[in-house]
Each structure stands twice: as structure tokens, then as C-alpha cells.
């Protein structure tokens, strides 16, 4: 069955680096999704994606965050300077359609800034 | 942004026994979604209920939905030692394509 993939499952970042979270989702899919769940709270929404462009973010994503399309298969999530509050698990999702339609996610990448 | 709320926030059965979780929220949806987690992992999608559906079944799983009392359950039947996880709901506002997940129930199933 496919299935959303993630890499990697665990980054292990500086304050103030870079990061940059890879996601391949189902290959026929068309919506991408990041979602972030901080250890012990809920999963909270970041920002869809389709068509090469953000369909809906939200007060999360500011200007530190980015999301790419870089071929074909690849979805990510740059942070572009990272703070301890971003240690977090990051979950890609994807949906075939635009209708309300079934999201599918990936494993997470744990992500942990010291 | 409003949160879907879950209860109970925790569990714990027999094996056999049968497991309900609910999940209220407060807008106007599209549909609502139930995911399971064990712990530190992926989400794991279990089922999908439309706004104009009252109830659905997959295997030993049974969704309701209450659009009038804005109100969600989920039913596991004849519950598993395999069935010990966090369950979460999570549902779609009209127009928006993002979801809303609830703050989920720890299952615990014990042999």
C-alpha cells in the first residue's frame, strides 16, 4: 500500500541553523500538508500546498518557515533559523483531492533543537 | 482557532472489552477523520466520516457522528492488547482544508 515517507526520522539541531524536513508523499496525490505535534500537545496545522503554491497557512508559519516542491516527488519544510520552541515532531501529509478528502501521514521527523 | 476536545483523556480495559472515545467541536465541518498513535510514532488514519453521514463501520470500528450536538464517537469492539494507543480525532471546517485535531484519548488494553 503506499504510503507517505519521511526523512529523516530524527534531526538533532543548533539553535539558529537551518533545517530542512523532506517528505515524499503518495505519488498520485495532488495536496501536501505539514503538521507539527510538540511532545505531550496536540497536532497543530502548519500549511497546505498545491499546485506549487500555499493554499492556507497558519499563525505558525511565519516568515522562519518556507515549503518546496523541489521535483517531482520531494515536499519540504525549511526552518530557516531554528529556535528551541520549534523541537517538535513534524508530520507531512497528502490527500488526493481538493474535495474534504482523507489526509494520509507520514512517520514524523523528530526534531529537537538545543 | 477553536480545538476539538476529547474525552476520556484516558482509558484502560480488559482485552475483549468494548472501547468509546468522543470528541465534540464547535464549527461547521466537512467531515471528521479518527486517527490512532502509538506512542512517539506516525498517525495512522482509521476512518472517515462525512458531515451528511451519521454513522460508518470499518472492521471492529464504529464512528457516529451528531452534527446537531456537534459530537463525535468512536467505538472499538471486542478491544485488542494491539488496540493500546492515543486515539485522535480531527475534523475539517467548512472551506478550509486544514484539520483540526482534538487533544485524543490514551487507550490502554490490558491482556
Known amino acids: 500500500e503506499p504510503e507517505v515517507t519521511q526523512t529523516p526520522s530524527h534531526q538533532v539541531t543548533q539553535m539558529g541553523q537551518e533545517v530542512i524536513l523532506r517528505c515524499v508523499p503518495i505519488?498520485?496525490?495532488?495536496?501536501f500538508y505539514w503538521y507539527r505535534q510538540i511532545l505531550g500537545q496536540k497536532v497543530e496545522f502548519l500549511v497546505s500546498?498545491?499546485?506549487?503554491?500555499?493554499?492556507?497557512k497558519s499563525e505558525i508559519f511565519d516568515d522562519q518557515f518556507s515549503v518546496e516542491r523541489p521535483d517531482g516527488s520531494n515536499f519540504t519544510l525549511k526552518i530557516r533559523s531554528t529556535k528551541l520552541e520549534d523541537s517538535a515532531m513534524y508530520f507531512c501529509?497528502?490527500?488526493?483531492?481538493?474535495?474534504?478528502?482523507?489526509?494520509?501521514f507520514g512517520p514524523g521527523t523528530r526534531l529537537t533543537v538545543l | 482557532s477553536q480545538q476539538g476536545e476529547e474525552d476520556p483523556q484516558a482509558l484502560s480495559i480488559q482485552e475483549g472489552e468494548n472501547a468509546t472515545m468522543n470528541c465534540s467541536y464547535k464549527?461547521?465541518?466537512?467531515?471528521l477523520q479518527w486517527y490512532r498513535q502509538n506512542s512517539g510514532r506516525g498517525l495512522v488514519h482509521l476512518i472517515l466520516?462525512?458531515?451528511?453521514?451519521r454513522e460508518k463501520h470499518s472492521g471492529r470500528l464504529r464512528v457516529t457522528l451528531d452534527t446537531s450536538k456537534k459530537s463525535s464517537s468512536l467505538l472499538i469492539t471486542a478491544s485488542r492488547a494491539a488496540d493500546t494507543a492515543s486515539y485522535f480525532c480531527?475534523?475539517?471546517?467548512?472551506?478550509?482544508?486544514?484539520?483540526?485535531f482534538g487533544s485524543g484519548t490514551r487507550l490502554q488494553v490490558q491482556p
Open positions: 466520516i462525512r458531515s451528511n453521514e
Open positions: 505519488s498520485n496525490h495532488l495536496y
Open positions: 480531527a475534523y475539517m471546517d467548512t472551506g478550509r482544508r486544514a484539520l483540526t
Open positions: 501529509a497528502s490527500s488526493e483531492s481538493w474535495g474534504p478528502d482523507t489526509q494520509y
Open positions: 464549527t461547521s465541518i466537512n467531515n
Open positions: 500546498f498545491y499546485n506549487n503554491e500555499i493554499s492556507e
